[in-house]
Each structure stands twice: as C-alpha cells, then as structure tokens.
T-cell receptor, first 114, second 110 residues
Framework: DTGVSQNPRHKITKRGQNVTFRCDPI?????LYWYRQTLGQGPEFLTY????????KSRLLSDRFSAERPKGSFSTLEIQRTEQGDSAMYLC????????????FGPGTRLTVL | QKEVEQDPGPLSVPEGAIVSLNCTYS??????FMWYRQYSRKGPELLMY????GNKEDGRFTAQVDKSSKYISLFIRDSQPSDSATYLC??????????FGKGTRLHILP
C-alpha cells in the first residue's frame, strides 16, 4: 500500500498521560500536514512540514503538542499531559510541495482521553 | 465570518436521485476548490478539484463553482447507497492552507 499510513488507529488513554502518534506519508511527498477533526466538524489544520522543517503551527497547537519529522520522512505528533478536550481524530496528510492543494489523507488516529 | 460554510445535514435521498451539495465561501480571491468524501472512521479522500469558476465532471460527479455568488456545489447523479458518506467542501486560502467546511452527511436510501 503506497498511501499515507498512521499508527495507532485508536488510542485510549487516561487524562494526564502522554501519547505519541506516527504518520508515514507517501514516499515522494515532501510536505506533511497534521489536522485534528472533532465530531461534526471538518479537519482543522495543526501544523505542517516541508521535508524536515516545521514551517507553520496553528494557534490550536498548544505547548503540550509537539511534532517532529526528523529525517523528512515519517512524522510523530506527541501530546503531553492529555486532557479530555484532546479527544479527536488526528489526521495526517501529505502532498508534493508543488501541489499543496491536493493532499492525500491517512486513515487517522482516533484518540479518546478518559 | 467563517471562510467556508456548509450545512451539516443530514441529507437523505432515495437511490437513483440527483444529489446537490453546497457550500459558500467568504473571500472572492479564493481560486482552488475541492470536494472530499469521508466514510465513517476513515480519512478524507479527494473527490473533485476545481480551479477558478465553471464546471468539472468526473463520471457521476460534477463540481461547480460560481465565483459571482461565492457558491460551490457538488452534484451526484444516479446516487448509490455506496455514496453514503460525509462530503467536505474545501478551499485553498491565501496562506496556502486547506480550509474545510463542516461536512454534509449524506444517506442514500436503498
């Protein structure tokens, strides 16, 4: 499968715990995006990378959130000290830098914070 | 005012009917318009992409942009139960970000 993959698909955690999600983009895509989607809403932009450089972070991304893409391939999104309001679907997408309008999404990681 | 507005539905139509899904957007400078389809518990899938105004057709799907009224539409002909999903309209804004509408839940009744 050459699409965007995300792991884990589901994560249940207790409030206050740290969680980390992984995204593997389409191999030739140098842009990688993270979005958050809550029930009944469209995806909301969190941050994106051009290769290994994190170029922009949304105001939605509090200081408890950190994302990395160390070698310009896969990316991780970590949430520290999770809160119930962090419960959402976390989506990763990738695109070539020349076509930022056509992003390909992974299946998402559904986070439930108890 | 939100950049993209979309009625969340749900919208239920009988199999075989023509479906019309719509969104409005706020900024006349937007040029790139997309429709994504999202099945339950899956990531969004790019369905249609339109640059500027006019129509684009792909099989049973037609995307339409009316820049004068800042209105974008997706039409589905001969709707099938497998078309039941959430349809998200989206625009590429001035900051090169994709902004999504809330999505419209569509149910095609067999």
């Amino acid at each position: 499968d050459t699409g965007v993959s995300q792991n884990p698909r589901h994560k249940i955690t207790k409030r206050g715990q740290n969680v980390t999600f992984r995204c593997d983009p389409i191999s030739e895509h140098n842009r990688l995006y993270w979005y958050r989607q809550t029930l009944g809403q469209g995806p909301e932009f969190l941050t994106y990378f051009q290769n290994e450089a994190q170029l922009e972070k949304s105001r939605l991304l509090s200081d408890r959130f950190s994302a990395e893409r160390p070698k310009g391939s896969f990316s991780t999104l970590e949430i520290q000290r999770t809160e119930q309001g962090d419960s959402a679907m976390y989506l990763c997408a990738s695109s070539p830098s020349s076509r930022t309008d056509t992003q390909y999404f992974g299946p998402g990681t559904r986070l439930t914070v108890l | 005012q939100k950049e993209v507005e979309q009625d969340p539905g749900p919208l239920s139509v009988p199999e075989g009917a023509i479906v019309s899904l719509n969104c409005t957007y706020s900024n006349s400078a937007f040029q790139y318009f997309m429709w994504y389809r999202q099945y339950s518990r899956k990531g969004p899938e790019l369905l249609m992409y339109t640059y500027s105004s006019g129509n684009k057709e792909d099989g049973r799907f037609t995307a339409q942009v009316d820049k004068s009224s800042k209105y974008i539409s997706l039409f589905i002909r001969d709707s099938q139960p497998s078309d039941s999903a959430t349809y998200l309209c989206a625009i590429l804004n001035r900051d090169d970000k994709i902004i999504f509408g809330k999505g419209t839940r569509l149910h095609i009744l067999p």
